[in-house]
């Protein structure tokens, strides 16, 4: 089947096979391989992506479900050889360890971030739950998304005090 989609800005379209996975054709069609393929069965979110700016983990999504849709990976976010706001929060609060996560944790932070700009430690807990670390690095990764809330939330008071 023919697709057609924009990832992180750029426009792509491909034939692929119906079955295939959005992670596998991010990761062996575009050569993007920031989404990890973890467990296979939406269990540990290491391949989230933002579909449409919504968090969907992508071992979970066929990519001719993704037809027509904007796509956001990891590899999408740096903007001019500066980190994005969430991955400088990430680096800073040492919100990695072995790294193996953290395209998905930045992802799904960015994405609760969006329906939620000025989350509590709960609601970073409980909307960060569907992503495991399995360096159990979650302190830090907490840090790093209350922080990340922080840092996006200055230019939107600077905008509104204009």
Same mark, same amino acid.
């Given at each position: 089947?023919?697709?057609?989609?924009?990832?992180?800005?750029?426009?792509?379209?491909?034939?692929?096979? %119906?079955?295939?996975?959005?992670?596998?054709?991010?990761?062996?069609?575009l050569g993007l391989t920031g989404a990890n393929v973890g467990c296979d069965t939406t269990s540990c979110g290491a391949c989230t992506v933002l579909l449409n700016g919504e968090s969907v983990? +992508?071992?979970?999504?066929? #990519?001719?479900? #993704?037809?027509?849709?904007?796509?956001?990976?990891?590899?999408?976010? #740096?903007?001019?050889? +500066?980190?994005? /706001?969430?991955?400088? #929060?990430?680096?800073?609060?040492?919100?990695?360890?072995?790294?193996?996560?953290? /395209?998905?944790?930045?992802? &799904?932070?960015? +994405?609760?971030? !969006?329906?939620? /700009?000025? %989350?509590?430690? &709960?609601?970073?807990?409980?909307?960060?739950?569907?992503?495991?670390?399995?360096? !159990?690095?979650y302190h830090n990764i907490v840090k790093a998304a209350l922080a990340a809330a922080a840092a996006l939330?200055? /230019?939107?008071?600077?905008?509104?005090?204009?």
């Open positions: 089947m023919k697709i057609r989609m924009r990832v992180n800005g750029t426009q792509h379209e491909h034939d692929v096979e %119906p079955r295939l996975l959005l992670v596998h054709y991010v990761r062996d069609v983990k +992508s071992c979970t999504v066929l #990519a001719v479900q #993704a037809d027509g849709a904007e796509l956001t990976t990891i590899e999408g976010l #740096a903007a001019g050889g +500066s980190l994005h /706001p969430v991955q400088e #929060a990430f680096r800073e609060h040492h919100a990695l360890q072995c790294g193996f996560c953290t /395209p998905g944790m930045v992802m &799904a932070t960015l +994405s609760l971030l !969006t329906e939620n /700009p000025k %989350p509590t430690e &709960a609601e970073v807990r409980l909307g960060l739950e569907g992503n495991l670390c399995r360096c !159990t690095g939330d200055g /230019p939107a008071q600077e905008e509104n005090a204009r």
